[in-house]
């Protein structure tokens, strides 16, 4: 047992991303995450690359340090067991809409009643206070309704688009994440177990309104929506005569050593443009101008000496590969090579947080659908010939060898 959250059990049934994201992080941090899968697995073992068939690499990357039970929940002893193991668990987890929970008779009243300490928490698509509630949602679904795509045509793309990775899943995954454990710790305070919703679609609206509600904030506007540095045309990775580089010349004194560092220290004393935070958000499109026009005309190499001189802050535009090379990320050992006893070698991540107590480790292995179901029952008090009855009906299916 290692990890601040050593001794808590997790009942996890999510799936796709953003809630084995989130309880990803919960069993990188010692939880005993159990994964309940119906017998045919999570969807996102079928998403390739591949090795072998249902342990695509997204399934691989959100489920290490968890162990695997395959159960049907629509079969009445599928749901039996899992009513038995709500007995002894700290937390269940769900990110199907609540109305799904509710027809498997798994809403928070039947299992409260069960186990008053348990944390309930679910994620899923939008609050149940309002007409959406009943809504399906995807990541994507969720980033057009943040006006993410339209966000990106705001700062100059040419069409809409979405962030190109599973932003919403991860952002609120995250939050879901903190909501959880800040839950268990008013639990550790009153003894109290709750219900706590997360939705996605609030929960991304409350980052992207945080930045972009601008002028809107005040009642009666002051000025427009949008961030003005975040949607400059030009804010984006500098072309150089030979590559790309990213910079963040900021606040004042930035910007006094970027001019003294190019030798034309007057820019910064006679253009009232580049004078006060102000006044560069207000002409920001020119100020980024000018830096990319600036930034074209020297190499990368030239730029990153003369910016590491001057103190400011300056880094290569990097792909998967520069990353997976970058001396950092090697001489800190953040990405690592394990031996997965089906899957070979594989690459995966640090845990990114560092502790001087309580020691989050790596103790898992990323399941097989099921691995763990024998294993698990047993701890839950099963005997052998229950265990066999429950294979024979099908409530435990596929991976219940051990």
């Known amino acids: 047992m290692s990890g601040p959250l050593a001794g808590i059990r997790v009942l996890d049934l999510t799936s796709v991303v953003m809630g084995p994201y989130a ?36 399934y691989l990357a959100l489920n290490r340090n968890k162990r695997s039970v395959a159960l049907d929940l629509k079969k009445p002893e599928g749901r039996a067991v899992l009513l038995r193991m709500v ?30 300490g348990l944390i309930y928490a679910g994620a899923y698509g939008f609050s149940q206070k309002g007409p959406y509630a009943a809504k399906p949602a995807y990541d994507d679904l969720i980033q057009g309704m943040c006006g993410i795509p339209w966000l990106s045509q705001e700062a100059g793309a040419e069409k809409p688009r979405y962030a190109p990775m599973v932003l919403v899943d991860r952002m609120v995954g995250l939050q879901f994440c903190t909501a959880i454990t800040s839950a268990l710790v008013h639990r550790g305070r009153t003894g109290r177990g709750q219900q706590v919703d997360v939705p996605m679609f609030e929960g991304m609206l409350s980052v992207v309104l945080g930045e972009h509600l601008a002028g809107h904030q005040f009642v009666p506007p002051q000025g427009k929506a949008g961030y003005q540095r975040s949607l400059a045309h030009d804010r984006r990775p500098y072309a150089t005569s030979d590559g790309h580089i990213c910079v963040l010349v900021y606040n004042d004194k930035h910007w006094r050593s970027f001019f003294d560092a190019i030798g034309r220290p007057e820019v910064f004393r006679d253009d009232a443009r580049f004078q006060s935070q102000n006044q560069r958000l207000e002409n920001i499109d020119y100020v980024y101008g000018f830096l990319s026009d600036i930034i074209a005309t ?20 990097y792909g998967i590969d520069d990353i997976l090379n970058d001396e950092h990320v090697v001489t800190t050992g953040f990405v690592q090579t394990v031996k997965h006893p089906t899957q070979g ?30 294993e698990v029952l047993t701890e839950f008090g099963y005997s052998e010939d229950e265990i066999g009855r429950l294979r024979a009906s099908g409530a435990i299916d596929r991976g219940a060898r051990k």
């Open 345 to 374: 070698e594989l690459r995966i991540t640090a845990i990114p947080t560092e502790w001087s107590d309580s020691i989050p480790q790596n103790r898992y292995h990323a399941p097989e659908v099921g691995e763990n179901t024998r």
């Open 23 to 58: 309880t990803s992080v919960l069993a990188d941090y010692g939880a005993d995450v159990i994964k309940i899968e119906p017998p045919d697995g999570d969807v996102m073992r079928k998403s390739g690359p591949m090795r072998n068939t249902d342990m695509g690499h997204f």
């Open 298 to 317: 020297r190499s990368t190499a030239e730029w990153l000496a003369l910016f590491e001189k001057a103190d400011l802050p300056a880094a290569r535009m």
């Open 87 to 116: 007995k002894d668990a700290d937390v269940l987890v769900y990110n199907i809409r609540p109305q799904a929970m509710a027809r498997l008779g798994l809403g928070y009243e039947t299992l409260s009643a069960i186990n008053p």
